[in-house]
């Protein structure tokens, strides 16, 4: 499966993991269920970073 065709799901996981880690400082996370969103706001906890609700 892919996003947009483009992209699979793992892809889109490591681009947003490497966004992350070399360029957030916070993120925002909107309301609502998302695996995707959750494991996020995980690894953003791990590096450090103001997870904002």
Do not use: N, Q
């Not at 969103?37 to 450090?48: F, I, P």
Request: charged letters at 30%; proline letters at 4%; hydrophobic letters at 40%.
């Amino acid at each position: 499966r892919t996003w947009s065709g483009k992209f699979t799901i793992a892809e889109m996981i490591r681009l947003d993991d490497s966004f992350l880690e070399h360029w957030a400082e916070a993120i925002f996370r909107i309301p609502g269920d998302s695996r995707g969103a959750d494991s996020e706001v995980t690894h953003a906890k791990e590096l450090g970073l103001e997870v904002m609700p």
